[in-house]
């Protein structure tokens, strides 16, 4: 289908949700494909609910929600303006006292789930200050604010019909 959408050489293309179930070599190879288009200056509107896919492949995006445009912006800016911080998800929780010494020593830090996992703005000031505290950081996880997380707190959590 994409080849006969370039058959022409158009300078618009439009896809719409062209990965969908296909496998992971596949459609990284369309995206290849995708970039391809790119390069030769060519404008591709892409319709997608696969976030990382946007994430990696568009200059601009567009969260809908019910219809609306609720957000409009590359992908590094929407991050920047509606991103809470950085995950560290631990493999234990903090015991009390370090918790509250990170909350006092770190206002941009947010403790959850009694401290396995800690939402901060300054990831690199949050894990010097827990090597200090001699936690264990060998089971854990350090994630980025992505577009899934912006879409769903624009959006809700909640599954409608």
């Excluded at 992971?24 to 790119?38: E, S």
């Excluded at 929600?65 to 991050?79: C, Q, T, V, Y």
């Excluded at 789930?113 to 703005?121: A, D, K, S, V």
Aim: proline share 3%.
């Amino acid at each position: 289908m994409l080849a006969i959408a370039l058959i022409n050489d158009p300078d618009l293309i439009f896809l719409d949700e062209p990965t969908t179930g296909l496998d992971p070599q596949a459609r990284r190879h369309l995206w290849d494909i995708v970039r391809g288009i790119k390069k030769e200056g060519k404008t591709v509107v892409l319709t997608t609910h696969y976030m990382e896919e946007a994430q990696t492949l568009c200059d601009q995006i567009g969260i809908v929600d019910k219809g609306r445009i609720i957000a409009m912006g590359s992908p590094e800016a929407l991050l920047q303006d509606h991103g809470l911080g950085t995950t560290i998800r631990l493999g234990q929780k903090l015991r009390t006292d370090v918790a509250d010494r990170l909350l006092a020593a770190s206002p941009s830090a947010d403790v959850r789930n009694g401290g396995l996992e800690i939402l901060t703005r300054d990831v690199n000031a949050c894990l010097h200050f827990l090597v200090r505290e001699g936690v264990d950081l060998s089971q854990a996880n350090v994630q980025a604010f992505n577009l899934e997380d912006l879409f769903l707190q624009l959006t809700g959590r909640q599954l409608r019909s």
